[in-house]
């Protein structure tokens, strides 16, 4: 079954960098577009960044500049990379794709952005 692990969150100060990590099974990873979330306490899920399947990047206003999304298909693996991360951007963090009628999401992972 489709099944999507992230990793790579934490406790990191104001202004710092954060590498994330997705890893994917039980689909085509290579053939599909992957799209990163985040997901704080009385918000709404935000959009941060997707990648097609050709490779190619989209992110929302709030991440250009400062975020690299990326792909390894030879790992099944998605990355994003963020900096100059600020305290509201403290979140649960997560991955996800779209295949056939709905989209599935890996748990998750907790990105806290504190001094």
């Known amino acids: 079954q489709v099944r999507l692990v992230e990793s790579g969150g934490g406790l990191v100060q104001p202004g710092g960098s954060l590498r994330l990590s997705c890893a994917a099974s039980?689909?085509?990873?290579?053939?599909?577009?992957m799209v990163w979330y985040r997901q704080a306490p009385t918000k709404q899920r935000e959009f941060l960044a997707e990648i097609t399947a050709e490779g190619n990047p989209h992110y929302a206003d709030s991440m250009k500049g400062r975020t690299i999304i990326s792909r390894d298909n030879g790992n099944n693996t998605l990355y994003l990379q963020i900096h100059s991360l600020e305290p509201e951007e403290t979140a649960v963090y997560l991955c996800?794709?779209?295949?056939?009628?709905?989209?599935?999401w890996g748990q998750g992972t907790q990105v806290t952005v504190s001094s």
């Open positions: 039980g689909f085509i990873f290579s053939g599909n577009t």
């Open positions: 996800g794709v779209f295949l056939r009628t709905q989209y599935f």
